[in-house]
Nanobody
Framework: QVSLVESGGGWVQAGGSLRLSCAIS????????MGWYRQGPGTQRLLVAR???????TYADSVKGRFTIAKDTAKNTVYLQMDRLEPADTNVYYC????????????WGQGTQVTVSA
């Protein structure tokens, strides 16, 4: 049984930094393919960053140059380093593992709140 456990959210002033972690328990094919999404109240869950199948990184335009997705294969953990945070980044952030990563169904983390004050 694969599960995703997120940590690292919190409150920060604009311009500050936070790092989110997504620890994967259970067997998966690879951390390549995993990503981070975010969702605000009454809005759609949107992709923030993803590690592609070939190991490269892709980002939403709104976070390019400020956020960095990284992986630690030995620890089966994916990170999202968020720098120069803005109030518009305030959202619940979710770690995602597609079905081709888990070998079964798509999985989501429990969500972690990030709040950025002006």
């Amino acid at each position: 049984q694969v599960s995703l456990v997120e940590s690292g959210g919190g409150w920060v002033q604009a311009g500050g930094s936070l790092r989110l972690s997504c620890a994967i328990s259970g067997r998966i094919y690879s951390v390549d393919g995993m990503g981070w999404y975010r969702q605000g109240p009454g809005t759609q869950r949107l992709l923030v960053a993803r590690i592609t199948n070939c190991g490269s990184m892709t980002y939403a335009d709104s976070v390019k140059g400020r956020f960095t997705i990284a992986k630690d294969t030995a620890k089966n953990t994916v990170y999202l380093q968020m720098d120069r945070l803005e109030p518009a980044d305030t959202n619940v952030y979710y770690c995602n593992a597609p079905s081709y990563v888990t070998g079964n169904r798509e999985l989501w983390g429990q969500g972690t709140q990030v709040t950025v004050s002006a």
